[in-house]
């Protein structure tokens, strides 16, 4: 499995700014996909996921500012975010939708950092 994040850089307060994942070795179209992300000091957190299905699901404090989009013929996921506050500062990751115990242990390749300044 290879999972890269990119897109993600430093703005202000306000911006915007949008995350692509390439993947490989996962049955992409079959397969719930998610952003995660980790701010310093705190646990990795979803913040986005897109289901086979077309349901899309947010976590609370990116509602309406974030869209989760997915290409299943190019196997890549993307995370568009508007309206960025400082908290949203973390690095980003994408990967599979995970269980709380397949959590700790998983395999997160490489993620992208974003900075929002204030």
């Known amino acids: 499995v290879q999972l890269q994040a990119s897109g993600g850089g430093s703005v202000q307060a306000g911006g915007s700014l949008k995350l692509s994942c390439d993947t490989s070795g996962i049955i992409f179209s079959i397969t719930d996909m998610g952003w995660y992300r980790q701010a310093p000091g705190k646990q990795r957190e979803l913040v986005a996921l897109s289901i086979t299905n077309g349901t899309r699901l947010y976590e609370d404090s990116v509602k309406g500012r974030f869209a989760i989009s997915r290409d299943n013929a190019e196997n890549t996921i993307s995370l568009q975010m508007h309206s960025l506050k400082p908290e949203d500062t973390a690095v980003y990751y994408c990967?599979?939708?995970?269980?709380?115990?397949?959590?700790?242990?998983?395999?997160w390749g490489h993620g992208t950092q974003v900075t929002v300044s204030s």
């Open positions: 990967n599979r939708k995970l269980t709380d115990r397949e959590l700790p242990f998983a395999y």
